[in-house]
């Protein structure tokens, strides 16, 4: 295959993720799934490079299963910044029932609204760090 095809076809992968990751939190699960196994196929396509037949046999599988594994941890990259920097929002204020009837939710968010005042936290040279800052009958804390 020549380096033409690849460069297309790597070219084309990237373009799929970033669609993907375009698309922010609009896209569903399945739909952002289909896109990262089509810029799979475009990925091996283009890291399927010719090796020679006098490369051991060993060798040559070797190398392929690198080239696999490759885009592999590519994908997952893309999943992980998908998660973690697009969907960042509503994985941290996502709520969920337990089959046992419970609410479940982010424990660090329900410190938000603090009913006690607290202290300001300064730096050595006399900066403020932190301060506390009312809204309504909750304090929240702030950091300048």
Do not use: K
Not at 12 to 41: C, F, H, K, N, Q
Not at 59 to 82: H, K
């Amino acid at each position: 295959m020549n380096r033409g095809v690849r460069l297309i076809a790597f070219a084309g992968a990237m373009i799929l993720v970033v669609i993907g990751l375009a698309s922010g939190s609009e896209i569903t699960d399945a739909r952002w799934l289909g896109l990262l196994g089509a810029a799979w196929a475009f990925l091996i396509l283009a890291a399927w490079i010719p090796i020679p037949r006098e490369v051991p046999r060993f060798n040559r599988s070797v190398i392929r299963t690198t080239m696999i594994l490759t885009t592999v941890f590519f994908l997952l990259t893309a999943q992980l910044v998908r998660i973690q920097v697009i969907q960042s929002h509503s994985v941290a204020h996502r709520i969920a029932q337990a089959p046992n009837g419970e609410t479940l939710s982010n424990g660090r968010l329900l410190n938000d609204g603090l009913t006690v005042r607290r202290g300001r936290v300064f730096d050595r040279n006399g900066i403020v760090l932190a301060d506390s800052v009312q809204d309504g009958d909750a304090w929240s804390r702030v950091y300048p």
